[in-house]
């Protein structure tokens, strides 16, 4: 099992840029998928990212490809989102999440719309228009 932190939240503007961080403790962090989710008040938790074990395959929702980039660093045990053209429908409670198993059946179960079996806290993001 890891265990998850995420950080990097607050409070920006419409257009405005923010990066999250998740800190992942286990030795075997290298064995997971990793992923961004985000839940909005009174809606269900939606995909935003996820990246590969290796770092080397990304996928992302329509909503914020070309504004969202994921990344890690496996030597550290942490992820990041860097958020760039932020809008006011970003705003919500971002999750991070980490998922073991084969690239192809991450992305086909995160297609399905399930997530993740391991969870953070979270931490908030409000895009002020």
């Known amino acids: 099992q890891v265990q998850l932190v995420e950080s990097g939240g607050g409070l920006v503007q419409d257009g405005g840029s923010l990066r999250l961080a998740c800190a992942a403790s286990?030795?075997?962090?290298?064995?997971?998928?990793m992923g961004w989710f985000r839940q909005a008040p009174g809606k269900e938790r939606e995909f935003v990212a996820a990246i590969s074990w290796s770092g080397s395959a990304t996928y992302y929702a329509q909503s914020v490809k070309g504004r969202f980039t994921i990344s890690r660093d496996n030597a550290k045990n942490m992820v990041y989102l860097q958020m760039n053209s932020l809008k006011p429908e970003d705003t919500a409670v971002y999750f991070c999440?980490?998922?073991?198993?084969?690239?192809?059946?991450?992305?086909?179960?995160?297609?399905?719309?399930?997530?993740?079996?391991?969870w953070g806290q979270g931490t908030q993001v409000t895009v002020s228009s």
């Open positions: 286990g030795r075997t962090f290298g064995n997971y998928a």
């Open positions: 999440g980490a998922e073991r198993g084969v690239w192809d059946t991450v992305v086909a179960a995160i297609r399905r719309g399930q997530g993740f079996h391991s």
